[in-house]
Protein backbone atom coordinates (compact mmCIF):
# COMPACT_ATOMS: atom_id res chain seq x y z
CA UNK A 1 0.00 0.00 0.00
CA UNK A 2 2.66 2.45 0.95
CA UNK A 3 4.58 2.12 -2.25
CA UNK A 4 1.68 2.32 -4.36
CA UNK A 5 0.89 5.96 -2.65
CA UNK A 6 4.70 6.35 -3.02
CA UNK A 7 3.88 5.64 -6.75
CA UNK A 8 1.49 8.21 -7.02
CA UNK A 9 2.67 10.89 -5.26
CA UNK A 10 5.85 10.72 -7.67
CA UNK A 11 3.78 10.20 -10.53
CA UNK A 12 1.42 13.61 -9.94
CA UNK A 13 4.57 15.91 -8.39
CA UNK A 14 6.32 14.76 -12.02
CA UNK A 15 3.23 15.59 -14.21
CA UNK A 16 2.69 18.70 -12.32
CA UNK A 17 6.39 19.71 -12.92
CA UNK A 18 6.54 18.73 -16.88
CA UNK A 19 3.09 20.58 -17.20
CA UNK A 20 4.90 24.02 -15.83
CA UNK A 21 7.87 23.22 -17.93
CA UNK A 22 5.20 22.77 -20.72
CA UNK A 23 3.93 26.49 -20.29
CA UNK A 24 5.00 29.07 -23.34
CA UNK A 25 6.85 32.18 -22.27
CA UNK A 26 3.59 34.12 -23.16
CA UNK A 27 1.63 31.95 -21.06
CA UNK A 28 3.92 32.60 -18.24
CA UNK A 29 3.69 36.11 -18.58
CA UNK A 30 -0.39 36.32 -18.86
CA UNK A 31 -0.31 33.91 -15.40
CA UNK A 32 2.41 36.30 -14.17
CA UNK A 33 0.01 38.98 -14.68
CA UNK A 34 -2.89 37.47 -13.04
CA UNK A 35 -1.14 36.04 -10.08
CA UNK A 36 0.57 39.50 -9.46
CA UNK A 37 -2.62 41.50 -9.21
CA UNK A 38 -4.65 38.33 -7.16
CA UNK A 39 -1.79 38.22 -4.95
CA UNK A 40 -0.50 42.00 -4.87
CA UNK A 41 -4.06 44.26 -5.11
CA UNK A 42 -6.36 41.65 -4.21
CA UNK A 43 -5.61 39.77 -1.29
CA UNK A 44 -2.93 42.28 -0.34
CA UNK A 45 -0.23 40.15 0.47
CA UNK A 46 3.35 41.32 0.80
CA UNK A 47 5.14 38.61 -0.02
CA UNK A 48 3.59 38.75 -3.31
CA UNK A 49 5.47 41.99 -4.02
CA UNK A 50 8.53 40.28 -3.40
CA UNK A 51 7.22 36.85 -5.21
CA UNK A 52 6.00 38.33 -8.54
CA UNK A 53 8.23 41.79 -8.53
CA UNK A 54 11.96 42.57 -9.04
CA UNK A 55 13.87 44.76 -6.03
CA UNK A 56 13.94 47.53 -8.43
CA UNK A 57 9.90 47.47 -10.02
CA UNK A 58 7.98 50.81 -10.86
CA UNK A 59 4.46 50.99 -11.35
CA UNK A 60 3.77 54.62 -12.94
CA UNK A 61 0.10 54.51 -11.68
CA UNK A 62 -2.09 57.29 -13.47
CA UNK A 63 1.02 60.32 -13.47
CA UNK A 64 2.31 58.51 -10.09
CA UNK A 65 5.69 56.47 -9.39
CA UNK A 66 5.10 53.38 -7.55
CA UNK A 67 8.07 51.63 -5.88
CA UNK A 68 7.71 47.94 -4.22
CA UNK A 69 7.76 50.17 -0.36
CA UNK A 70 4.88 52.60 -1.38
CA UNK A 71 3.05 49.15 -2.92
CA UNK A 72 3.41 47.40 0.92
CA UNK A 73 2.31 50.35 2.11
CA UNK A 74 -0.99 50.57 0.25
CA UNK A 75 -1.24 47.10 1.24
CA UNK A 76 -1.23 47.74 4.89
CA UNK A 77 -4.13 49.92 4.52
CA UNK A 78 -5.78 48.24 1.98
CA UNK A 79 -5.77 44.91 4.95
CA UNK A 80 -7.07 47.40 7.75
CA UNK A 81 -9.62 48.61 5.34
CA UNK A 82 -10.97 45.52 3.33
CA UNK A 83 -13.96 45.07 5.57
CA UNK A 84 -15.07 42.00 3.32
CA UNK A 85 -14.77 43.74 0.11
CA UNK A 86 -12.83 41.69 -3.15
CA UNK A 87 -11.41 42.61 -5.47
CA UNK A 88 -11.66 39.94 -8.43
CA UNK A 89 -9.25 40.87 -11.54
CA UNK A 90 -9.40 39.54 -15.52
CA UNK A 91 -7.28 40.56 -18.34
CA UNK A 92 -8.19 40.81 -21.80
CA UNK A 93 -4.09 40.47 -23.55
CA UNK A 94 -3.82 42.74 -26.67
CA UNK A 95 0.14 41.70 -27.17
CA UNK A 96 2.65 39.99 -25.35
CA UNK A 97 5.75 39.48 -26.96
CA UNK A 98 8.81 37.53 -25.67
CA UNK A 99 12.72 37.73 -26.53
CA UNK A 100 14.84 35.88 -24.66
CA UNK A 101 15.17 36.62 -21.46
CA UNK A 102 12.77 39.55 -21.58
CA UNK A 103 9.03 40.12 -22.32
CA UNK A 104 6.37 42.94 -22.59
CA UNK A 105 2.89 42.93 -22.75
CA UNK A 106 -0.15 45.12 -23.22
CA UNK A 107 -3.67 44.46 -21.75
CA UNK A 108 -6.80 45.78 -20.52
CA UNK A 109 -6.73 45.28 -16.76
CA UNK A 110 -10.94 44.67 -15.23
CA UNK A 111 -11.16 44.89 -11.71
CA UNK A 112 -14.78 43.77 -9.96
CA UNK A 113 -15.54 44.68 -6.52
CA UNK A 114 -18.31 43.13 -4.71
CA UNK A 115 -19.21 43.24 -0.81
CA UNK A 116 -21.21 40.57 0.30
CA UNK A 117 -21.11 38.62 -3.20
CA UNK A 118 -22.81 42.22 -4.34
CA UNK A 119 -20.93 44.13 -6.88
CA UNK A 120 -20.28 47.45 -5.61
CA UNK A 121 -17.97 48.82 -8.23
CA UNK A 122 -15.91 48.03 -12.04
CA UNK A 123 -13.01 49.41 -12.89
CA UNK A 124 -10.65 49.67 -15.91
CA UNK A 125 -7.43 50.12 -16.66
CA UNK A 126 -5.23 50.33 -19.76
CA UNK A 127 -1.73 48.79 -18.94
CA UNK A 128 1.33 47.56 -19.67
CA UNK A 129 3.87 45.46 -18.12
CA UNK A 130 7.86 44.62 -18.58
CA UNK A 131 9.13 41.04 -17.04
CA UNK A 132 12.16 39.78 -16.99
CA UNK A 133 13.50 35.95 -16.82
CA UNK A 134 15.07 35.43 -13.25
CA UNK A 135 16.42 32.06 -11.54
CA UNK A 136 13.14 31.77 -10.06
CA UNK A 137 11.00 32.35 -12.74
CA UNK A 138 9.44 35.29 -14.59
CA UNK A 139 9.23 38.85 -12.39
CA UNK A 140 7.90 41.98 -13.43
CA UNK A 141 10.05 44.81 -13.49
CA UNK A 142 8.18 47.68 -14.88
CA UNK A 143 4.11 48.50 -15.48
CA UNK A 144 2.29 51.63 -16.55
CA UNK A 145 -1.07 51.89 -15.90
CA UNK A 146 -3.86 54.45 -16.94
CA UNK A 147 -7.19 54.26 -15.66
CA UNK A 148 -10.53 54.12 -18.13
CA UNK A 149 -13.16 56.21 -17.50
CA UNK A 150 -16.35 54.73 -18.26
Not at 41 to 55: G, L
Not at 59 to 88: C, F, M, P
Not at 112 to 119: A, G, L, P, Q
Amino acid sequence: MTRVTVFFILLFTSSFSFSQQQQTDEQQIKALIQHAFDGVWSDFDAKAVDEYHTPDFLLLEHGEVWTNDIIKGYQVKGRANSNGIKRTNSFEFLKVEVTGSRAWCAYKNFATISKDNEVVKKLEWLESANAIKTPSGWKLILMHSTRVNR
